[in-house]
């Protein structure tokens, strides 16, 4: 197949440090490649991929810029044969090719807007836009307004160590974000609860600083530690060593890469009931899902019942790159043939 797959233009693909969606992006560009599919990546001028990559002239969000990296996207439309458009993108920038006969997919990896669902739907002819949301939490929010499936984030198995045994003194690991409905607060008070270490990774959004300040800063010393944003290899090392990781959000979490990233170094995931949590933790074999920081606490006790290497076997069967690249394929397929009939 010729497929199209759009991003949207701030972030290189893959990104250096964070970036969920380009991530997935990525991995689904690598794995399409490998099943010798041709493959066009629209995307911001630094990315590196293995692909044809055609740069977007605008990283704003002004309505100048929109109109341009949509121009960008359609022109090459236009003189090129797809069989399929799919966005992880601004969904505004395929208002051009919405009234063509073209098959578009788009794919949800944070809360859609509904409105401009409703508006896409309006715009293009029967059976050829369709979405995906990573979550049954996601698809479900769409699905009374357009057709939608589920397909979940995925990763590349192989960058992660497992990891069959930590020490008895192993940490407690958060990994994210640092503001306020992410939970790095929370996860602070389970590990002086369960009297363990802590350690905590990621980045400080400027807006969030006063959080970190008032909220992190003021506990941090040999039990809990901040250690900044992480690389890859980095969060490999730091999640294979960990006890388990703590997922304490405060908002319905659309996924959730870190997760699977922590199960494929074998790495347990404790977590609060919100969002796709209880979706991609297996409740006792992957990790604990509860509903207060006491739950989490009384988990901690439990992780001598995981067996890591099973953690890494269920991730390898859910959501490794190759089995996620699967699903995307096959609803390709079904929808390229709807378009058609």
């Not at 629209?42 to 740069?55: Q, W």
């Not at 979550?135 to 479900?140: A, D, E, K, P, V």
């Not at 363990?196 to 003021?218: C, H, M, S, T, V």
């Amino acid at each position: 197949m010729k497929i199209a797959v759009t991003a949207d233009p701030e972030l290189a693909i893959p990104p250096i440090l964070y970036g969920g969606i380009e991530r997935i992006i990525y991995m689904l560009i690598v794995e399409l490649l490998k099943e010798k599919h041709d493959v066009t990546l629209f995307a911001h001028k630094n990315s590196d991929v293995p692909c044809k990559l055609v740069v977007y002239p605008c990283t704003g969000n002004s309505m100048l810029d929109v109109l341009k990296n949509s121009w960008t996207i359609s022109k090459t439309i236009f003189a090129e044969k797809f069989d399929i458009i799919h966005s992880f993108g601004r969904l505004a920038y395929l208002i051009p090719l919405m009234p063509l006969r073209i098959p578009i997919l788009m794919s949800y990896q944070r809360i859609p807007t509904i409105n401009q669902i409703k508006r896409a739907m309006w715009l293009s002819k029967q059976n050829t836009i369709s979405f995906t949301g990573c979550s049954n939490y996601i698809t479900n929010l769409i699905k009374p307004f357009a057709p939608a499936f589920t397909i979940y984030n995925g990763i590349d198995i192989n960058k992660y160590t497992l990891a069959e045994e930590v020490s008895d003194d192993a940490p407690l690991i958060f990994l994210g974000r640092i503001e306020h409905i992410k939970g790095a607060h929370k996860a602070i008070e389970i590990a002086f609860k369960s009297n363990r270490k802590l350690l905590i990774a990621g980045n400080i959004p400027i807006q969030y600083q006063k959080y970190f300040d008032e909220n992190i800063k003021p506990y941090l010393g040999n039990q809990i530690k901040y250690i900044g944003s992480v690389n890859d290899e980095q969060k490999n090392q730091l999640l294979r060593k960990a006890c388990a990781l703590l997922m304490p959000i405060l908002w319905d979490e659309p996924f959730g890469i870190v997760m699977i990233e922590a199960m494929a170094c074998g790495t347990p995931v404790i977590g609060f009931c919100r969002g796709a949590v209880p979706e991609v933790i297996d409740h006792g074999r992957s990790g604990f899902i509860g509903k207060t920081s006491n739950n989490l606490v009384d988990f901690i006790k439990m992780l001598e019942s995981i067996d890591r290497r099973s953690v890494k076997e269920l991730v390898k069967k859910r959501f490794s790159s190759g089995v996620i690249t699967d699903q995307y394929i096959k609803l390709y397929k079904v929808l390229i043939n709807n378009c058609r009939s």
